[in-house]
């Protein structure tokens, strides 16, 4: 009894095996010919198609058991443009990935040339009409690679960073900011945390009515009068 049934077990084994023989073309087919068809960037507002492509290494039509997630990961950490993502390969070859834009900071602009930064000063290939944006306007030789000491500090006073209308970079003079009410403020390179708390003082109280230009310059002393910004 036990015989039979061995050698019935053995039966089936040898033509199983004998199918997948037959049937080795397709198998291999299935692995060399499924690919990426289609590679689906969802929630892009900004960025557009071509700058996305030219920034991953998969590519349509490439096979689709050659996808490394890992290494699609690491593409997508290094695109600035984009603050956060997640994506999924359907079975169907269709690569989807969802993402959430990073907003431009400022636009920096010199010379008649015009790019949208990051806080870090780096810059942002996105595609917006900054005629319709309302963003701070930055001006200055290097004021990109400067910007990220001052944003450190401004991110703490919301009610400053919420009504600058541009800013102003000179690496012998400082930093002037001009408000959204044509109010000014100069700053010397350091020691901005101390001194736009003191501002933040002279915001609340009916000194920054009384006056419109703002000079902490000279350490330890507020300039103020109401010469044009």
């Not at 019935?8 to 198998?27: E, H, W």
């Not at 990220?148 to 012998?172: A, G, P, R, T």
Request: proline letters at 1%.
């Amino acid at each position: 009894m036990r015989r039979n049934l061995i050698l019935f077990l053995i039966s089936i084994l040898l033509f199983l095996a004998v199918d997948l023989l037959n049937n080795k073309g397709i198998i291999k087919n299935i692995f060399t010919s499924k690919e990426i068809i289609k590679i689906k960037l969802v929630n892009s507002k900004y960025i557009s198609e071509d700058y996305f492509h030219s920034r991953i290494k998969v590519k349509e039509g490439q096979n689709f058991w050659l996808f490394n997630p890992m290494e699609f990961k690491r593409d997508l950490n290094n695109i600035k443009e984009i603050k956060n993502y997640d994506f999924k390969l359907n079975w169907n070859g269709i690569l989807t990935i969802r993402i959430q834009e990073e907003k431009p900071y400022m636009i920096w602009i010199r010379n008649n040339k015009k790019n949208f930064i990051n806080q870090h000063g780096n810059f942002l290939e996105l595609n917006i009409n900054d005629k319709k944006l309302q963003i701070i306007s930055l001006y200055g030789e290097n004021a990109n690679k400067k910007v990220s000491e001052l944003s450190q500090v401004l991110e703490k006073y919301s009610f400053i960073l919420d009504n600058i209308n541009e800013i102003n970079y000179d690496k012998k003079i400082g930093w002037k900011i001009k408000m959204i009410d044509n109010n000014c403020i100069f700053l010397p390179l350091k020691r901005l945390d101390k001194l736009i708390k003191m501002f933040e003082n002279i915001k609340s109280s009916n000194l920054y009515e009384k006056f419109s230009f703002f000079d902490f310059r000279v350490i330890g002393r507020v300039y103020m009068s109401n010469r044009k910004c």
